[in-house]
């Protein structure tokens, strides 16, 4: 049975939860491939939550949050062979007991839009987003 545990960002073998991104299709969306902007991404992240089975990472909740207003969920990734097993909830719910007195907010990738209702998540008619500029 694998299992969710809260940890540190800095202390994640980067290269790990590279390969999980890859793993679980995330990686087409995030850059992985830019190794030190994609090292920032784990470190600096001050709420994470993995799953893992017999060891393997399998899961990851990479979230920012100030720990009593709002959570930002900015990726969830399960590996494509442990996906529909409850992961993805057990690593929400893990991320929402770390900071119970926050919302989480997220922005959900085009192939997961159908799946934040099932678990939970309301859509909010007017979230904006500034790009980054070019
Ligand atoms: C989206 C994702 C995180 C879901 O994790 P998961 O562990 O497979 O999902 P769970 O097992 O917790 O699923 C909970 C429920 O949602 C359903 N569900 C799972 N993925 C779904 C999807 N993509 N669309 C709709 N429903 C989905 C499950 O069937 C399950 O339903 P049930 O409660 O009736 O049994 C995972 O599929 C993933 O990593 N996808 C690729 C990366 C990605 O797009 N991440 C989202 C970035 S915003």
Not at 12 to 35: I, W
Not at 38 to 59: K, P, S
Not at 94 to 110: C, D, I, K, N, Y
Not at 111 to 120: C, E, L, S
């Amino acid at each position: 049975m694998w299992k969710c545990e809260v940890v540190v960002g800095a202390e994640l073998d980067v290269a790990e939860v590279a390969e999980l991104y890859r793993a679980s299709t995330l990686a087409e969306r995030r850059p992985v491939e830019d190794v030190e902007r994609f090292a920032a991404m784990v470190r600096q992240a001050n709420l994470i939550v993995t799953a893992r089975h017999e060891g393997r990472l399998i899961g990851i909740a990479r979230s920012l949050t100030d720990g009593v207003y709002a959570t930002y969920l900015s990726d969830l990734a399960v590996d494509r062979a442990y996906q529909r097993q409850g992961v993805g909830r057990a690593l929400i719910e893990a991320t929402r007991e770390a900071a119970p007195l926050a919302s989480v907010v997220l922005l959900a990738a085009p192939a997961a839009v159908n799946y934040y209702p099932r678990v939970g998540f309301k859509q909010h008619t007017s979230a904006w987003v500034l790009d980054r500029p070019e």
